[in-house]
Nanobody, 127 residues
Framework: QLQLVESGGGLVQPGGSLRLSCAAS????????IGWFRQAPGKEREGVSC????????NYADSVKGRFTISRDNAKNTVYLQMNSLKTEDTAVYYC????????????????????WGQGTQVTVSS
């Protein structure tokens, strides 16, 4: 079965850190670019950060630049999102998605249709 599974979400205080993981199973994620997206209650889903299949190209939303870092370990079929200096406005369900084709810019701008989506992991930033 082909799937993406997110993990690492939870409750953290403002200023804290979390690392999300997106693990692929049933397919080799080396050939896929991966994007992280989030959706807060009452808001539309938005692109957070995207990484190319090789890891050589990345893209970040302006709201997370300098705080979040995306990376991947193709040997483990896993993509990570390190989130530092978390703010209350980062609270959302975070999803990862895999794309066989397309630029990281187009992915994060949600201009492309993903091949696979994960089920999401909740991140809550609150004191």
């Amino acid at each position: 079965q082909l799937q993406l599974v997110e993990s690492g979400g939870g409750l953290v205080q403002p200023g804290g850190s979390l690392r999300l993981s997106c693990a692929a199973s049933g397919f080799t994620s080396d050939y896929y670019a991966i994007g992280w997206f989030r959706q807060a209650p009452g808001k539309e889903r938005e692109g957070v950060s995207c990484i190319s299949s090789s890891g050589g190209r990345t893209n970040y939303a302006d709201s997370v630049k300098g705080r979040f870092t995306i990376s991947r370990d193709n040997a483990k079929n896993t993509v990570y999102l390190q989130m530092n200096s978390l703010k209350t406005e980062d609270t959302a369900v975070y999803y990862c998605a895999a794309y066989r084709w397309g630029s990281v810019q187009a992915m994060c701008a949600m201009k492309l249709e993903a091949d696979y989506w994960g089920q999401g992991t909740q991140v809550t930033v609150s004191s």
